[in-house]
């Protein structure tokens, strides 16, 4: 599986380049800064060996299970930030690739079988905080992972999805981003979307608020059910995706006039992004346990962001109507 690693290695950083290519026209003004890294026990979210039960009961089970030591590991990447542009007040694109000749215990808790194993994990994790309330801030995640004994074939899985978090929704935008991800997911079987885009649900839910993160789109792990090209392809064609996506609802949206109200529920409601990320979120939980690079697993976080005790907007209001968006719904 040596060369499969390496082709998917290429594929990612490449990826990365096309992503930060994409995003800085749509900006218009402003370029993504590179910081390169390389350091021992570097863990970083999109590598973070993620086994997420598909029930609900199971994830909430085993969320406390954490270990909060990493077997020791090798690894680096490049995270790229553009910061203050004229579209995305901040938007980060991160590429990273691990490895390390045995897997940290809380890799290995649902598959006691990998214990023991070498193993090499690589991915690229985007996030996009736009400057404009009117425009959605986007997820994205692909990675790949393989672990490795002499006397066994090698166990290798990929996952990866992309989810939508708007402030002010507008029907046509849900219905597109939900089209793009239906039919990228077709080719590959009539279940695929279905199953992927319930499991986006289930993930991206904030419990004790008791409301989705956004309007979801795609979220799949453990993914090895087909051949190794297939999988790849299906990797693939979520990558590219993405910006199939996100940029038209960008372009649509970004002149919309707003004023110190609009702004000021966008840093209200980011704080929601904030709590989703560092309360459930698998990728950044293990790679802050395990000595993770903190500037690469923060980066998903926004610039800026705002708390309010008992915030409740007006009856009736714009952003009142926000709550009906954040309930799973069937929109293609």
Not at 10 to 18: E, F, K
Not at 50 to 67: K, M, N, W
Not at 234 to 253: C, H, M, N, Q, S
């Given at each position: 599986?040596h060369e ?5 290695d290429?594929?990612l950083r ?17 370029r ?6 390389t350091?021992?026990?570097a863990l ?15 994830r ?8 909060s ?12 930030v ?8 901040q ?20 598959r ?7 193993w090499t ?11 404009n309330p ?16 002499a ?5 290798w899985?990929?996952g ?22 239906r039919?990228?997911?077709a ?10 885009k ?17 309007i ?53 409601r980011?704080?929601r ?19 993770g ?23 009736g209001?714009a ?9 799973a719904?069937?929109?293609?």
């Amino acid at each position: 599986m040596h060369e499969h690693i390496q082709e998917v290695d290429a594929y990612l950083r490449g990826l990365q380049d096309r992503l930060c290519a994409a995003l800085e026209q749509a900006d218009g003004r402003t370029r993504f800064g590179e910081d390169v890294w390389t350091r021992k026990d570097a863990l970083t979210p999109p590598l973070a060996p993620r086994v997420v039960p598909p029930s609900p009961a199971a994830r909430a089970r085993d969320e406390g299970g954490q270990s909060s030591t990493a077997g020791s590991s090798m690894g680096g990447g490049r995270t790229r930030v553009l910061k203050d542009g004229a579209v995305f007040e901040q938007a980060g694109v991160g590429y990273s690739k691990v490895f390390g000749d045995t897997l940290p215990p809380s890799a290995s808790a649902h598959r006691p079988e990998l214990a023991g194993r070498s193993w090499t994990a690589s991915g690229v994790s985007l996030v996009v905080h736009p400057r404009n309330p009117y425009v959605p801030t986007a997820h994205m995640n692909v990675r790949f992972f393989e672990a490795r004994k002499a006397d066994a074939e090698p166990v290798w899985w990929f996952g990866g999805g992309f989810d939508l978090t708007p402030f002010y929704p507008f029907d046509e935008d849900c219905v597109h981003w939900h089209t793009v991800a239906r039919d990228l997911c077709a080719r590959f079987g009539e279940d695929v979307y279905p199953k992927y885009k319930r499991w986006c649900d289930e993930y991206f839910f904030i419990r004790h608020r008791n409301e989705a993160r956004g309007i979801g789109g795609l979220f799949f792990d453990d993914l090895n059910a087909w051949d190794f090209e297939t999988c790849f392809a299906f990797l693939r064609a979520v990558g590219e995706g993405f910006l199939d996506a996100y940029l038209p609802i960008v372009k649509r949206r970004k002149v919309t006039p707003y004023g110190e109200r609009e702004r000021e529920f966008q840093l209200y409601r980011r704080g929601r992004y904030v709590e989703f990320n560092l309360v459930y979120d698998r990728g950044t939980l293990f790679g802050l346990q395990s000595g993770g690079r903190a500037e690469s697993i923060l980066m998903s976080l926004p610039p800026r962001v705002r708390y309010e005790y008992g915030y409740a907007p007006e009856a009736g209001s714009a952003e009142a109507r926000l709550a009906e968006y954040l309930k799973a719904r069937d929109w293609v």
